[in-house]
């Protein structure tokens, strides 16, 4: 009972000990709360229509999307830029949401059948990316179902010996199939773009009719800036007017980059070149011309190539033809994708007139598959045997298994592909030494036999096996040293943006102002398409710093040649953006006192009537003929539609009633003379399909940007570390 008095005497602060320790778990417990989804949303790529999506899932899609793309290219013989591609997949990516979104509240869907009768037809540009690995029927213009269907049900060929291109072709056909759904969605859109018949014949009346006119007109750049003032109320009109103009649909930054780029010296130039003539040299005098290219990192085919291998390089491309077998030439200069100089030195290893197509068939003998142990080689040959007596393939072949289509081979996979094993190079070497309808046996290094029939060559042309040694013209090392010591003193002797910004032109830097940077793209996008390559962390530090910071220096560019550091001048946040915003008043501003300029100018022409008059006020004067009201007037300061209207409602021999306000100037005119082209209702018909086609764009873009809207997209893919 003493213990239970005590506790009791207590008690006030028992309660405070208890409330504490309450508050304690259930603080710990959100704040556990807090953290799992913290976790969660770093873990998030996006968010379109509420639908949550991974960052690993995601991941997963752009590696595949990226190495799907480059594979294609490289059949294609086009470069392609990795950085480019992550972008763009983010790009099919969302579309294909939004869109499956629609479709998904229409019921609408690709079947499978649907699918399959696509490829079947083999006719649709979708299937291009089929097409570059060859699945191509006899004419070389249409996608072979019959060859596709073949290999990937063998998943890679006969022996599954292409697997990563079955993988790949799995991927391709996933991607078509939602091609599809979209094409099939915008289809359904367009059918609802009708014929307006007014429309059309406006079009038309607008081509079909033009003036001949002689122009007065003051420029806005005539009055200078300083002279025109505008408060706030002015600017708080003319931003209520605007206002739908400056919605943004997710958050931007508005940020300063200074950045120096490295460029090699006249030193650096002059030891490269020095560097590949003695390759050249050694090209020319050793007996081990391997050796040489191997030692310099270089390439040598070891099969016959055309021409084409060479595109991206035009300037070597000039001068292979030339070259006699054994003859070297270089260093050879040309630019890369990137815009960098290439050296490139050439020696000409042999050269001849060969198919550059050539279609085969093969029938597969595996041991213990469709050949018993130890009878494969006796097999292969009663196989050849028979064909050569003129025994039937396709029988053949469906005996063993196998269906025995033919497939073309071309140059196109391995011109541009530097990864030519020597088994693939052998198989190249025996279906070039093959006369039409001669029968071979092939031996993989799987432990197959292929039986292998020529069944047709075409398309001869020159070819050429060519050893190539490239080098990029690099920074030197000191080089490199100087600039970087540069561009540190530079940050560390300017610490405010506004000493940044006034000695940047005395250190060599160069600077440029992004108004509306967002996350749309892996990277600081400049000018709204391109993005600086390996610029992410720089992303990252954009969308994570307070206003006025300024970063430290980032190494970017496709090979760390950029050194740029950010100065965060403004948050922008979701939604209207206000007058407060500096581009937004900027751009407000500049209206203003154009408005105000023009009415200046209006004021100056009041009593003007005459073309002679106006010249009298400093107006620029001039002639021009064929103006209609669908065509800018060349030779003004820009497009002036409103200045087309008028001319089109004057009559004839009239002076313009009153100035008419454009985008440049301030103008008046007098029309001298008008005439109808009566053109043919060939041309009438093809306006009015013109005006259905800018109403399908319109209806794509605007339709496209409205789903979007309602989307809500929340984008975090580039703000988290990889």
């Not at 100089?341 to 007139?353: C, D, H, I, N, R």
């Not at 993989?444 to 042309?461: F, R």
């Not at 800018?632 to 009153?658: D, M, W």
Request: charged residues 25%; contains cysteine.
């Amino acid at each position: 009972m003493a213990a239970l008095g005590k506790i009791r005497s207590k008690g006030v602060f028992l309660i405070i000990i208890i409330g504490l320790g309450l508050f304690g778990f259930i603080a710990g417990d959100m704040f556990r709360s807090c953290e799992s989804t913290n976790r969660a949303a770093s873990n998030r790529a996006a968010v379109i229509f509420g639908d949550k999506i991974d960052k690993p899932a995601y991941a997963e899609y752009v590696d595949k999307y990226v190495k799907a793309n480059q594979v294609l290219y490289q059949r294609m013989g086009r470069q392609v830029n990795e950085e480019q591609l992550r972008d763009e997949a983010w790009a099919s990516y969302k579309q294909y949401k939004l869109i499956e979104h629609e479709c998904n509240e229409l019921g609408m869907t690709v079947t499978d059948q649907e699918l399959s009768d696509l490829m079947a037809k083999g006719e649709s540009q979708l299937l291009q990316p089929f097409m570059a690995f060859g699945f191509v029927d006899e004419t070389g213009r249409k996608f072979s179902f019959q060859d596709y269907k073949t290999f990937m049900k063998q998943k890679g060929g006969q022996n599954g010996e292409n697997l990563e291109a079955y993988e790949l072709l799995l991927f391709y056909e996933k991607e078509l199939k939602k091609q599809m759904l979209m094409e099939k969605y915008q289809t359904l859109a367009m059918s609802c773009v009708l014929q307006n018949p007014y429309e059309s014949q406006f079009a038309f009346d607008a081509v079909n009719t033009e003036s001949d006119v002689q122009l007065a007109y003051i420029d806005y750049n005539t009055i200078k800036d300083d002279a025109v003032q505008c408060n706030e109320s002015e600017l708080k009109a003319k931003y209520d007017q605007l206002k739908k103009n400056f919605y943004l649909p997710a958050e931007t930054r508005s940020v300063e980059v200074f950045y120096l780029t490295k460029q090699p010296t006249e030193a650096d130039r002059n030891n490269l070149n020095n560097n590949m003539l003695k390759i050249a040299e050694a090209l020319r005098t050793s007996v081990n011309t391997d050796s040489v290219v191997r030692k310099n990192k270089g390439k040598s085919y070891g099969v016959f190539v055309s021409d084409k291998a060479f595109n991206s390089y035009p300037q070597l491309k000039s001068k292979i033809d030339s070259l006699p077998v054994g003859g070297v030439a270089g260093p050879v200069i040309d630019r890369n994708m990137e815009g960098k100089q290439v050296y490139s030195v050439v020696k000409l290893l042999g050269k001849t007139a060969k198919a550059d197509s050539i279609e085969f068939r093969g029938i597969a003998l595996v041991e213990e598959r469709n050949v018993a142990k130890g009878k494969k080689n006796s097999t292969a040959d009663s196989i050849v045997n028979v064909l050569k007596n003129g025994g039937n393939f396709e029988e053949l072949a469906q005996k063993f298994g196998q269906e025995g289509q033919t497939q073309w081979n071309t140059t196109i996979p391995y011109e541009n592909y530097d990864g030519l094993t020597n088994e693939y190079r052998d198989f190249l070497h025996l279906l070039d030494e093959m006369s039409v309808n001669e029968v071979r046996t092939f031996a993989p290094q799987d432990g197959s036999i292929q039986i292998i029939q020529v069944m047709n060559k075409k398309n001869v042309t020159p070819m050429y096996d060519v050893a190539i040694v490239r080098e990029e013209l690099d920074c030197s090392d000191e080089t490199i040293n100087e600039i970087d010591a540069r561009f540190n003193k530079f940050l560390a002797d300017n610490q405010t943006e506004a000493d940044l910004k006034k000695n940047a032109e005395k250190f060599g830097i160069e600077r440029m102002d992004l108004a509306q940077l967002d996350t749309d793209k892996n990277g600081i996008c400049y000018d709204g398409r391109n993005v600086i390559p390996h610029s992410d962390d720089a992303l990252r530090w954009v969308f994570s710093a307070k206003e006025n910071d300024i970063s430290n220096i980032f190494s970017c560019g496709q090979n760390n040649e950029l050194l740029l550091a950010i100065v965060l001048t403004g948050i922008n946040e979701k939604g209207y953006q206000t007058l407060d915003n500096p581009s937004v008043k900027n751009f407000v501003t500049a209206l203003v006192k154009r408005d105000k300029k023009a009415e200046q100018i209006i004021a100056s022409l009041k009593d003007v009537k005459t073309i002679e008059a106006a010249k009298a006020k400093n107006a620029i004067v001039m002639d021009t003929e064929h103006v209609t009201l669908g065509s800018p007037i060349s030779n003004l300061p820009g497009n002036e539609p409103a200045l087309n209207g008028a001319i089109a409602k004057t009559q004839v021999g009239k002076f313009s009633s009153h100035p008419i306000v454009g985008n440049n100037a301030v103008y008046v005119f007098k029309v001298n003379d008008r005439r109808t082209l009566n053109l043919d209702e060939q041309r009438k018909q093809q306006i009015a399909q013109e005006v259905m086609q800018k109403n399908i764009r319109y209806l794509r873009s605007a339709g496209f940007s409205d789903i979007e809207k309602n989307a809500d997209i929340e984008d975090n893919r580039n703000l988290h570390q990889n």
